[in-house]
């Protein structure tokens, strides 16, 4: 069965996850990303006798059929295609269970590649108990089937706020962006030979151009003997250092075009008023990158656990299609109204 017609942007489909990814055609999604109930932490009205996920008996039960879904899912997804998975924790009597990285490694083990364990800090954070710090954040895992695959650095780079002015006369520079202080250092090192000091001197001009021309926005400039080695010293294990020994000097970089955004998130959580019985809603910023960055213009964002179509919706204002899975008619009811009044299809 192919996710969507043609013609379709989106679809919602009425059933148990399991069953309507086993009628999905291989290879017929280019990213996945949901938020599957959490273990022990409701019940949802489905309005059928299929088992809910989360309602387990044991939480090992609970890793066993998330990890079987997602084996099932995987086989859907693309070859270059990505999957996002956000989960949350869960104490029993007293004790964290650790149930997001009990998932995580199982899905490891089933074949999954992990690229990132992105901290997603909700900002606000619950205080239930006096004995323990307040919770204020969850994970949401990245999983590729393939070492390559697609990845648009460039939708997501966090642009600069403005270029460098290069200051030839400074008698400081914070940032080196001067170039000075490193000149300075190369004259004076007593660790570096006569070529290795006109090589260094060579890059500096280079980088420096570069600044001048747009295409770096600032750099850090490391010299045998003047600074210690980034991360370690050994060169079995430090690139870094290897370039130390081998040619006296690296260069780091800040292109203009800006950086990748870091693996903490700072996202509110979904806070803004709904009629909806749904108690548990991510909100769509915290799908904008992995959106962005993993799913192609016109490419197929699945969710298997739907809840009320946020993955779809987030999916359509990014100029992506949606598909969602949900067992219960009011969430799907819900999630139809929703994309048919908030703009997307305008």
């Known amino acids: 069965m192919t996710p969507l017609q043609e013609n ?38 489905n309005g059928s006798d299929v088992h809910e996920i989360g309602n387990e008996n044991r939480f090992e039960q609970y890793v066993s059929a998330l990890t079987e879904i997602f084996d099932e899912a995987r086989r859907v997804l693309k070859d270059d295609g990505s999957f996002w998975l956000n989960l949350g924790d869960k104490y029993v009597d007293k004790a964290l269970l650790g149930m997001p990285w009990r998932v995580a490694i199982s899905l490891i083990d089933s074949g999954w590649i992990m690229r990132n364990d992105v901290i997603w800090h909700q900002l606000k954070g619950t205080q239930s108990a006096k004995d323990r710090l307040r919770d204020s954040y969850e994970h949401v895992f990245h999983f590729v089937k393939s070492k390559k695959y697609y990845y648009d650095a460039d939708a997501i780079r966090i642009k600069p706020s403005k270029l460098p002015v290069i200051d030839a006369e400074a008698t400081t520079s914070s940032t080196g962006v001067s170039g000075k202080k490193y000149r300075r250092l190369i004259a004076e090192s007593t660790e570096l030979t006569e070529q290795e000091k006109a090589n260094a001197t060579k890059a500096l ?48 970089k800040i292109y203009a075009k800006g950086h990748l955004p870091s693996d903490v998130w700072n996202i509110v959580t979904e806070d803004t008023w709904r009629t909806d019985k749904h ?21 197929i964002v699945l969710d298997p656990f739907n809840g009320t179509g946020t993955t ?6 990014l100029g992506r299609k949606g598909v969602g899975i949900d067992l219960s008619p009011e969430y799907i009811k819900t999630s139809k109204d929703r994309i048919a009044n908030n703009g997307t299809l305008l």
């Open 8 to 45: 379709e942007r989106y679809k919602f489909y009425l059933g148990d996850c399991m069953s309507v990814l086993k009628q999905m055609d291989d290879r017929s999604v280019n990213c996945i990303i949901t938020s599957p109930p959490y273990w022990g932490m409701r019940s949802y009205d």
């Open 205 to 252: 001009d280079e980088v420096l151009a570069e600044i001048r021309s747009g295409l770096v926005n600032d750099f850090r400039m490391t010299i045998r003997g003047a600074q210690r080695t980034w991360h370690s010293d050994d060169v079995k294990i430090s690139g870094r250092a290897k370039e130390l020994v081998n040619r006296g000097y690296y260069i780091m």
């Open 279 to 299: 108690c548990a809603v991510y909100p769509e910023e915290l799908l904008r990158i992995p959106i962005l960055a993993t799913c192609p213009e016109g490419g």
């Open 312 to 317: 779809v919706s987030a999916s359509l204002k």
